[in-house]
């Protein structure tokens, strides 16, 4: 494929993810909050029934279902307005509707897809590694905004993931099956050595066990030796980030800080730039 048709199909394909990532980021916490009062409900022995004449019934919930709508007036988003990026600009970013103003993560999110996809297309070309860098990629950006939002990761998206990378490692891929194990296993048990650790000292809980599954998921992906990197970088990403969202976006300084979107970033950089790091790293330290 030449290489202007395989960066534009490339583009255009991850900024309709993109969109899609919007959605999921959005509904998924949602989906799961129902799940756990329907599952609360059942624990309790109250019929659904009686809740729903009670509360009234809430409408269908799901990643397809019900049609994207306006928060504000509740104007249901016409295929025309639901473009990636162009119907954002073209409305000036209000709604047709009430003119209310729309979220600038929308836009920001498929613009995001779309880069990071384009960065792992040129870094790894074309061939099924790079889609599967790419699927992971878009997990991640799902995964660390629900995180920023809602101090989440959902096992939906970080399990499937986690298996995905030891069953990738099957198949030819940058690591042997065994170095895939190890690193799922001691991804999980460095973080929550730390996290027990902590606890125990201060009796207060510094992390999710979300986070032990992302390194893990890390692990699996690009084995044992890149775990410290990604632990080192995203110590680095969340002194950088965190100073900046509390110096420019207002951030509280008291307000817990999700610690996903940092494993995310640094386990990213490390898939895609992890050997040479580690290799600049002993050549100018001089043990290599």
């Known amino acids: 494929m030449e ?29 799961m909050e129902r799940a756990w009062k329907e599952e609360c409900r059942e624990l309790l022995s109250e019929s659904s029934d009686q809740e729903g004449h009670d509360h009234g019934a809430e409408p269908a919930l799901n990643l397809a279902t019900p049609r994207s709508f306006c928060p504000h007036c509740g104007r249901q988003i016409s295929a025309m307005e639901n473009i990636p990026l162009l119907s954002y600009l073209f409305l000036r970013g209000k ?19 779309m880069v990071l996809s384009l960065v792992v297309y040129w870094h790894f070309g074309w061939g099924w590694q790079t889609l599967a860098i790419l699927a992971v990629t878009w997990a991640l950006i799902a995964l660390s905004l629900i995180d920023y939002d809602h101090q989440l990761l959902p096992d939906a998206i970080v399990l ?14 940058s690591i042997a099956p065994s170095d895939a194990i190890l690193g799922a296993v001691l991804g999980y048990m460095s973080l929550w ?9 201060t009796g207060k809980e510094g992390m999710g066990y979300g986070d032990f599954k992302l390194l893990a998921l890390f692990g699996a992906w690009g084995g044992a030796a890149n775990l410290i990197q990604i632990m080192l970088l995203s110590s680095l990403v969340g002194a950088v980030l965190g100073a900046a969202l509390i110096g420019f976006a207002g951030r509280e300084r008291g307000k817990p800080m999700p610690f996903g979107p ?27």
């Open 95 to 113: 709604c047709r509707g009430c003119r209310a103003p729309i979220s600038l993560r929308y836009p920001t999110v498929e613009l995001l897809t």
């Open 3 to 31: 290489p202007i048709l395989a960066y534009t199909v490339v583009g255009l394909i991850s900024i309709c993810v993109g969109s899609f990532l919007n959605v999921v980021i959005h509904r998924l916490p949602l989906m």
């Open 262 to 288: 940092f494993i995310a970033i640094a386990g990213w950089v490390s898939l895609l730039w992890g050997g040479k790091i580690n290799e600049a790293y002993l050549q100018y330290s001089g043990l290599g």
């Open 160 to 173: 499937p993931f986690l298996w995905l990378g030891l069953v990738v490692s099957l198949f030819d891929w």
């Open 193 to 201: 050595t730390i996290f027990q650790l902590f606890r125990l000292t």
